[in-house]
């Protein structure tokens, strides 16, 4: 096989995605191991090779003397013409070894777009796509990452997903793995002792009833397995495991550059946002450990820029000091440093002044709604004030160049709402010339990007159903025809692409079906537009007796069994549902820094949950 895939690099576009041996790569001996891991990313090397989470899992397996994490990504299409035409099996990059004769063969879940792609490697890989159908000479099929709190539209295919996060969970199971297959206990046996670790939900040990009209009527245990499976988080995140060097590409990759986690969770509870809710606590690392590590990467990296990783990196409560300590040897050595996650109202005069110490760009905000009842409605807890206040000290330190993000769609969003996204962007492009410190000779350039709203599961937009494509095209128009001015570039997103993922976002088991049959016709890399068949997806959606708007556009009551319901992310849902209330009303609820709102993510006693207050809601 080596030989074959020599021949074949030469004739593919970028080799370098297949080749491996970048610098930090890990080879090991496999007859010295117990246990050989496929990591897969269903996407592109370039898009796989720029997530963190791979990274840190990559590092920490390897870290262990009896395992081998190897790396895997979806081919494109020169490369897998190739492959099939070679008898080429899909392969792990560090060994050229076919992943079919691997232990563990694990994805993570990151998009539901990338559902296609999860299937069609797979395939590539010579393995039977249902779990039913794999017996014991095949590898484990595994899966994690922010889509796997709705798993449900996976659960035909996948033996075991990784609730929550996955440093502690994922060797657990792997060290059970190993103990079972030292004593010769079937696959079977090692599934059903795998339940009893917190973190951990098996598919197949689950029954799902439907009522007559569609929606779920229940889910069963079976085999006496749990009823509800809890997520798992790390409690302390100066201890758990952080790589001190990253796997270096040969090629460009999207993110080419060394990134250095500083808090997990958010306090902002944003209403839309499903990041927000389902990594609860917040927790932040202490700066020593963030300087540290950030220091050792770029030293064993070579990269001459790294970037500070959250959802929200103006939320870090020490971010000053932490700047402080970063600059005091990032400008020693040339080092750049990116601040992504900036939130409007994070935006302080004293974090513009650092800014200005490092490689001047453009400055994205992201005030998703514009209007103030909209923003309210979405618990955005952000005024226009604050939003102009903060692009007027960004152009008086000297940037020209401000990146708006939208929603579209959004619960309770009216015309006058998508009017108001123009009427801020003119206000921005105001606030520029009005400013008599701005760059002389220079204009502004405000870009704006809106994307179509989905609603997500663990959100208190999950009830809520989403604007049809006619709805979202017709305010695509609208919000078009409502910018005056040339200092205004608008860009979108593709509605028809959300509204597959609302579908895959919130579907049930049934969808199984389709997916399944997607592969069979080729369905690969549905994110990219080149790839995505819309009529075609319509087309099967149809073949196989089911509506998709029923997933998408369809408004959930309160006491309806949603497809996740057995799964517990430690947000409850009588908070969602008082969420969501607030939201037809318009009305906020405070960060949870100023007050707790009795999310019940205070179950872990971990982070901001634990932090002392008098204001708490029991």
């Not at 939130?343 to 905000?365: C, Q, Y």
């Not at 962007?425 to 870009?447: E, L």
Request: glycine share 6%; aromatic share 12%; net charge negative.
């Amino acid at each position: 096989m080596k030989e074959r895939l020599e021949n074949i690099f030469l004739q593919v576009q970028k080799p370098a995605r297949y080749t491996g041996g970048e610098l930090n790569s890990v080879t090991k001996n496999k007859d010295e191991v117990a246990v050989r891991f496929a990591f897969c990313f269903p996407d592109l090397y370039e898009v796989g090779m720029s997530h963190l989470g791979m990274k840190i899992l990559y590092g920490q397996f390897n870290n262990e003397p009896d395992v081998w994490c190897e790396r895997v990504f979806t081919p494109d299409t020169d490369m897998e013409k190739l492959m099939k035409e070679n008898g080429i099996p899909l392969y792990g990059l560090e060994s050229w070894d076919p992943i079919k004769t691997f232990d563990f063969i694990g994805f993570t879940l990151q998009y539901e777009l990338s559902f296609t792609a999860l299937l069609h490697m797979l395939e590539l890989a010579e393995v039977p796509l249902r779990s039913a159908d794999r017996d014991e000479s095949f590898p484990l099929v595994v899966a994690g990452g922010p889509c796997a709190c709705n798993p449900e539209p996976l659960a035909d295919f996948i033996d075991i997903f990784f609730l929550g996060e996955g440093e502690e969970v994922d060797l657990e199971v792997i060290n059970l793995y190993k103990e079972y297959k030292a004593k010769g206990y079937s696959k079977k046996e090692f599934l059903r002792a795998c339940t009893d670790i917190e973190g951990v939900y098996v598919p197949s040990l689950y029954d799902v009833s439907y009522n007559e009209d569609g929606t779920v009527k229940a889910v069963t245990p079976l085999d006496g397995v749990k009823p509800t499976v809890k997520k798992r988080i790390i409690k302390d995140l100066d201890t758990v495991y952080y790589p001190d060097k990253f796997v270096v590409p040969y090629t460009d990759i999207v993110f080419d550059r060394a990134q250095s986690e500083i808090f997990r969770g958010c306090i902002r509870g944003c209403r839309f946002c499903q990041a927000g809710f389902i990594y609860r606590p917040v927790r932040e690392k202490s700066v020593d450990t963030i300087n540290k590590q950030s220091h050792d990467l770029c030293r064993n990296t070579g990269y001459e820029e790294f970037s500070l990783s959250s959802l929200s990196t103006s939320d870090y409560t020490k971010l000053e000091e932490l700047l402080d300590r970063l600059l005091d040897w990032a400008e020693k050595e040339h080092t750049n440093i990116s601040l992504p996650s900036l939130r409007v109202d994070g935006f302080s005069e004293e974090l513009a002044n650092r800014l200005n110490v490092l490689r001047r760009a453009g400055l994205t905000f992201a005030p998703e709604a514009g209007t103030q009842r909209l923003r309210d409605a979405i618990n955005k807890n952000l005024t226009e004030d604050e939003i102009l206040e903060t692009v007027t000290k960004a152009f008086k330190g000297g940037w020209t160049a401000v990146k708006l993000y939208f929603m579209l769609g959004l619960p309770t969003e009216t015309m006058e709402d998508i009017e108001g996204i123009a009427q801020l962007g003119q206000k921005v492009v105001n606030a520029f010339y009005q400013n008599p410190d701005k760059p002389k000779g220079k204009g502004v350039t405000v870009s704006m990007s809106t994307s179509c709203f989905v609603p997500k599961p663990f959100t208190p937009f999950q009830w809520e159903p989403q604007d049809t494509l006619d709805q979202l095209h017709e305010k695509q128009q609208h919000l078009k025809e409502s910018i005056h001015t040339k200092k205004i570039s608008l860009s979108y997103h593709d509605a028809k692409t959300s509204f597959l993922e609302a579908v895959l976002a919130r579907g049930d088991r049934r969808l199984c079906r389709v997916l399944e049959a997607g592969c069979q016709r080729g369905f690969n890399l549905d994110s990219w537009s080149e790839h995505f068949d819309f009529d075609a997806w319509m087309e099967l959606f149809a073949e196989c007796g089911l509506d998709p708007a029923f997933y998408a556009n369809r408004r959930r009551e309160y006491d309806e069994v949603l497809p996740w319901d057995h799964l517990d992310y430690g947000v409850t849902k009588e908070f969602l549902i008082r969420e969501n209330k607030l939201a037809h009303a318009a009305t906020t609820t405070p960060n949870c820094r100023e007050a707790c709102s009795g999310c019940g993510a205070a179950c872990w006693k971990e982070g901001v949950c634990v932090e002392k207050r008098t204001d708490r809601i029991q």
